[in-house]
């Protein structure tokens, strides 16, 4: 009887320092997964001022919240204080605006849209793209659908590393400009979630899946105001060009 319980604790013990190793070496792999995304593409984050010179087609701006008055959160908000300094900066020529518009009722690229037209930019220079749902959809439709190749990504910069790498594994000529004049609420959530994130797009670029919706290209250098669906300006038709 003793014999039986002496070669079952064994067992137990043996089936702990098995599971206490898996996990180990899951965390390990883990960690190196985020660490390499990090580091790998750390010389792609720029500044605002080295920006300027790059004449990028189009500086991307990725979408955040917007309140239940279609005003954005402040995350995002910040987003397009930035992408507005870098386009009055002469970065790029276009705003290309990716965020979710999957339902009626929550719409992010049009509130992206008006905010910057509400300081003067020319809504032909700002573009929409209405299904960019995820990081990995956002920039693979930049490629394929508005026809980038060389682009500015604005966005925190927690959320920047993941970008940029996705944005590389696509074939971009990408560089990333942070967005982080203040500290947000709920920070450390976000970056836990955003490890996780990593580690999934890190295997996702290996497959490149197609997003959620393709279609007819629509060329970034054109008029942004053919992605326009309820958006309604009242700009002077001079400022446009």
Not at 14 to 43: E, G, Q
Not at 62 to 88: F, K, N, T, W
Not at 121 to 131: E, Y
Not at 193 to 205: H, N, Y
């Amino acid at each position: 009887m003793e014999k039986r319980k002496r070669g079952t604790r064994r067992k137990r013990d043996r089936l702990f320092l098995t599971v206490f190793f898996c996990v180990v070496l899951s965390a390990v792999f883990l960690f190196s997964i985020n660490m390499y995304i990090k580091y790998s593409i750390d010389d792609r984050i720029i500044s605002s001022e080295e920006a300027a010179s790059l004449d990028a087609d189009c500086i991307l701006v990725l979408g955040a919240g917007v309140l239940a008055d279609g005003s954005p959160s402040h995350m995002l908000e910040d987003r397009l204080l930035q992408g507005i300094d870098l386009y009055e900066k002469r970065a790029a020529k276009r705003l290309l605006m990716s965020g979710d518009h999957g339902q009626k009722e929550y719409d992010e690229v049009n509130s992206m849209k008006q905010f910057a037209i509400d300081r003067q930019v020319p809504s032909a220079h700002v573009f929409m793209d209405h299904a960019g749902f995820s990081t990995y959809e956002s920039l693979y439709r930049a490629r394929d659908i508005f026809k980038a190749e060389k682009i500015i990504i604005v966005t925190q910069g927690y959320h920047l590393y993941r970008a940029l790498y996705i944005a590389e594994k696509l074939g971009l000529d990408a560089y990333g400009v942070p967005s982080d004049p203040r500290q947000y609420a709920g920070q450390r959530g976000r970056d836990l979630r955003e490890g996780l994130a990593r580690i999934k797009d890190f295997f996702i670029v290996m497959l490149k899946p197609e997003p959620t919706y393709l279609g007819d290209p629509i060329p970034i250098s054109g008029d942004g105001d053919v992605t326009n669906d309820i958006l309604k300006t009242t700009e002077p038709e001079e400022g446009r060009s």
